[in-house]
Each structure stands twice: as structure tokens, then as C-alpha cells.
């Protein structure tokens, strides 16, 4: 049997079985704030600024804007560069030993004889280092997962991002991936054109998941399959409720109809008096 339901009828469904659909919007709503809160992981993100910039020579402006569009285009190898092996297992070392110069290296000093030969005067010393910071163990893979990279068209400043969660491993991260890409960049491509703009800080604030969104999504599925529920009840309901059933949904005629006969306490107690001479007439 095909249902056909008017505007009427759409509305007088949804007004009676709103208490259903309000109860199914708030429980689903809860649900997905308890997902999002506490069966979800929280991610936070931050960001380290790099600029890629070659000296030029203000004098030539031709060659000075070839060169910018050159540094533009290398930021796309640069990001390739960036989650290559040969950055991140530097940085999964530096993460698992962290360490601060306490004392910068000393090259080696040499003075000229008088036959132009060199005599050494003060040996070179390595820098002294002393851990510092907080150790984070880290694969390369998770390292390649959690990096991002993002510029904007024709900038030569590209965003080196960083997202897992902890906010203090983020911006230990982003730190220093920026600075060994900016050590070891010189000697994979022979170049000195990458500076650090701006550092990474830790941000409180996660970026994922965002919970309102996931509330609203539960929300909205509890209204859509409440409201589905109550329309597959309504519809799939054949008892005979007013006689627009009779004449609208199923096409009879109607002949007329009968009104309620209310008996007074007398005319019941009448007939049950006549009942119970019939049944004695009976048994003798």
C-alpha cells in the first residue's frame, strides 16, 4: 500500500513525536561530546616560519626578480627535502638527546712564519654541549605523518606545521626540523638562501578534533533518524483511527456514521434483570 502524506499530516507526525526526537537529538549530542572529549586523541599544531631568500644584487633588478622566482620554486623541493630520511633521523636523534650549546666551538688559530709558512697557536675545541629540554622517543614515520608544509602563491615564506599531542613536543618538533633543514640544506644543495623567521611555541589550543562540529553532526543524525522513525511508525500503522483513513487512504465511501448510544444506570440494570429471567426459563 503506497502512503501519500500532506504538509497536515508531515507536521501533526512531528509535533507527536517531538518529545521523541528532542530526547534522541540531546542523547546523541552527548554521545558525540563524549567521543570527541575522551575516546578521541587531541591533536595540537604549531608552526615555525621559514623564509627562502638569496643575497641579490640591487643594481640588477631583472636578475633580482629571476632569483626570487627561483627561491619560490624551490620551496616545493624544499618540501620534499624537508620529510626526507635524511632530516628526520637527525631530528629523531635530537628529540631522543636533547642538548644546548653551552660553549660555542673555537676554530684553530694560526700565525704566518717569515717563510710563509703556518704554525699552529691555538688548537680548535669542539662546542660543549649539556642536556636540556625533554626527551621525546619518535619514529621517522610518526615525524613524516605529523609534518606539514603550507605557503601562500608566489610567497617565499612557507609554514613548516606540526600537529601531535603533546603542544610542547609540536613546537620541539617544528624547532628543530627548521633548524637542521637549515644546517644540513647547504650541503645537500650547495646553498645558503633559508632563514628561520619566526620560532614555534606550544599552543594550548587543540586543532583537532573540533568538538562542536562533532556535536552538531550528532545532533543532526539524531533528528534525522528520529524523525525517520516516527514517519516509518506512522506509516507502517493500519489501525483505523477517524474515518479520513476510511475515505482518504483507502478510497471508500462513507455511508454515515453512528453515534455513541450512552445507557442510564436503570435501562443497564434492566436488561440485566431480563438476562437473568432468560437463563432461569432455561434451566427448568
Known amino acids: 500500500m503506497e502512503s501519500t502524506l500532506d504538509i ?3 507536521f501533526a507526525i512531528l509535533r507527536k513525536h517531538l518529545l521523541l526526537i528532542i530526547l534522541c537529538m540531546v542523547g546523541f549530542a552527548i554521545v558525540a561530546f563524549g567521543v570527541a572529549e575522551f575516546a578521541m586523541t587531541a591533536k595540537y599544531t604549531s608552526a615555525t616560519q ?3 631568500n638569496q643575497k641579490k644584487d640591487a643594481s640588477n633588478s631583472a636578475a633580482a626578480y629571476q632569483d626570487q622566482q627561483a627561491d619560490v620554486q624551490m620551496i616545493s623541493t624544499y618540501k620534499d627535502i624537508i620529510t626526507n630520511q635524511v632530516i628526520l633521523k637527525q631530528v629523531k636523534h635530537d628529540l631522543a638527546n636533547p642538548t644546548k650549546v ?3 666551538a673555537q676554530k684553530a688559530k694560526y700565525t704566518t712564519n717569515a717563510d710563509g709558512t703556518k704554525r699552529l697557536t691555538k688548537a680548535a675545541t669542539p662546542a660543549v654541549t649539556e642536556p636540556t629540554g625533554k626527551k621525546y622517543d619518535v619514529s621517522v614515520a610518526e615525524l613524516q605523518s605529523d609534518i606539514s608544509i603550507s605557503n601562500e602563491q608566489n610567497s617565499q615564506v612557507f609554514a613548516l606545521n606540526v600537529s601531535s599531542d603533546d603542544p610542547d613536543k609540536s613546537a620541539a ?3 628543530d626540523v627548521a633548524d637542521v633543514f637549515k644546517t644540513k640544506i647547504k650541503d645537500i644543495m650547495s646553498v645558503n638562501n633559508v632563514t ?5 611555541v606550544a599552543n594550548d589550543n587543540k586543532t583537532s578534533p573540533r568538538t562542536m562540529l562533532i556535536v552538531l553532526i550528532g545532533i543532526v543524525i539524531g533528528m534525522l533518524l528520529s524523525v525517520g522513525y516516527a514517519f516509518a511508525i506512522e506509516l507502517t500503522d493500519t489501525t483505523v483511527k477517524d474515518d479520513e483513513f ?3 487512504t483507502l478510497g471508500l465511501t462513507n455511508l454515515g456514521q453512528v453515534a455513541e448510544i450512552k445507557m442510564s444506570g436503570s435501562h443497564l440494570a434492566n436488561r440485566s434483570a431480563s438476562r437473568e429471567n432468560s437463563h432461569r426459563r432455561v434451566r427448568v
Open 8 to 10: 497536515r499530516r508531515m
Open 246 to 248: 476510511l475515505t482518504d
Open 196 to 200: 628561520i623567521v619566526s620560532k614555534a
Open 102 to 104: 653551552v660553549k660555542a
Open 50 to 52: 621559514v623564509l627562502v
Open 173 to 175: 618538533i617544528a624547532n
